[in-house]
């Protein structure tokens, strides 16, 4: 909560949507613009990086960084949706030409408003995948591990990990994990962060044991066929 350098301190002449673009641009260029090494030592960058765009203050202009970037291959708005018992979960909606859908998250075509496509997610269950990670011991299959073996490293991460508590939910024949906030005005921002992490990781193709669905294959058709139900 009390940070010495704020955005506006490191732009200072700038307004707030000045601020928050300088702020993104900085950022995006100390993590999506240069290679990170691997464990084995090999070199990889960043594929895919969602931004929160949930913030109406800072909406229109993370749309408009995410077009301008030369990033703009890699980044992404991304809205996290409240998904609870009584709504209408993500498997439900009818998928429209264009669209692409994974797991709790899709990508609509629709770009009339802002020209950028964007994803939207179900908070609950990504928040709800995330916890089960952590809690899979190390060196199980789907295991969420944290890097060195200080605890005082990752005290901050912790405390926004655990900043906010779950709810078994029933409503419309279903049962889900109804995420809130322990304390009001806590710090959660690292928890949406990884959220968000878990999002873009599946939506680059890495999927969970478990977790994945086949399409249903679709009958083959001849030429003859379709030209029959034309007529």
């Known amino acids: 909560r009390d940070i010495r350098r704020t955005l506006a301190d490191a732009a200072p002449r700038a307004g707030l949507e000045g601020a928050i673009y300088a702020g993104l641009e900085r950022l995006s260029d100390r993590t999506v613009g240069r290679e990170w ?10 594929d895919r990086c969602l931004i929160d765009a949930n913030w109406g203050q800072s909406s ?13 291959g890699v980044i992404m708005p991304a809205h996290g949706r409240y998904v609870g018992a009584s709504s209408i ?34 908070t609950n269950f990504w928040k709800s995948f995330v916890h089960a990670r952590l809690a899979v011991a190390m060196g199980d299959p789907g295991c969420l591990s944290l890097f060195g073996c200080q605890n005082d490293q990752h005290r901050l991460l912790a405390a926004h990990l655990t900043s906010e508590y779950r709810v078994k939910t029933e409503g419309r024949g279903r049962t889900v994990d109804e995420w809130k906030l322990r304390l009001d005005g806590a710090d959660n921002h690292w928890l949406d962060c990884l959220v968000g992490c878990a999002v873009g990781v599946s939506m680059e193709g890495a ?17 003859s066929q379709l030209q029959g139900a034309r007529r």
């Open 37 to 46: 090494r691997r464990d084995d030592g090999a070199m990889v960058r960043i």
């Open 60 to 72: 229109d202009v993370v749309y408009q960084f995410c077009r301008q970037s030369k990033h703009a």
């Open 89 to 122: 979960p993500f498997s439900d909606y009818k998928r429209k030409r264009g669209d692409r859908v994974g797991l709790n998250w899709r990508i609509p075509l629709d770009t009339a408003r802002r020209s950028v496509r964007h994803t939207l997610f179900d």
């Open 207 to 223: 999927v969970l044991f478990g977790t994945d669905s086949k399409p249903a294959d679709r009958p083959r058709l001849r030429l």
